[in-house]
């Protein structure tokens, strides 16, 4: 079982930047892929972003594609999310995600660890 812990949500104008960070419990990290997933006020969640086990397998939502990076660090049992050029519609709660499969398949199918999420904000 793995235990996530979101931080670095928070209210930012359109344009801006902010770093999200996902704090995994538990010493098999390193054999989840990983995830960042986002709803929006009256809207279901969707996939922001997948990472694969070792980093080198990522893939994103073409709505943030380019503007919006995953990434992880397996010795320190954290995956972050680095948004830039916000935008208002990415105003949602942000969750993180892990699943023991590939980070392709975690697009397809709801991962079965969630964190609690935190709440980004991006005004116009």
């Known amino acids: 079982q793995v235990q996530l812990v979101e931080s670095g949500g928070g209210l930012v104008q359109a344009g801006g930047s902010l770093r999200l960070s996902c704090a995994a419990s538990?010493?098999?990290?390193?054999?989840?892929?990983m995830g960042w997933f986002r709803q929006a006020p009256g809207k279901e969640r969707e996939f922001v972003a997948t990472?694969?086990?070792?980093?080198?397998?990522?893939y994103y939502a073409d709505s943030v594609k380019g503007r919006f990076t995953i990434s992880r660090d397996n010795a320190k049992n954290t995956v972050y999310l680095q948004m830039s050029s916000l935008k208002p519609e990415d105003t949602a709660v942000y969750y993180c995600?892990?699943?023991?499969?590939?980070?392709?398949?975690?697009?397809?199918?709801?991962?079965?660890?969630w964190g609690q999420g935190t709440q980004v904000t991006v005004s116009s």
């Open positions: 995600a892990a699943a023991q499969s590939t980070a392709q398949h975690m697009t397809l199918t709801a991962p079965p660890h």
């Open positions: 538990g010493r098999t990290f390193s054999s989840y892929a």
């Open positions: 990472i694969n086990w070792s980093g080198t397998s990522t």
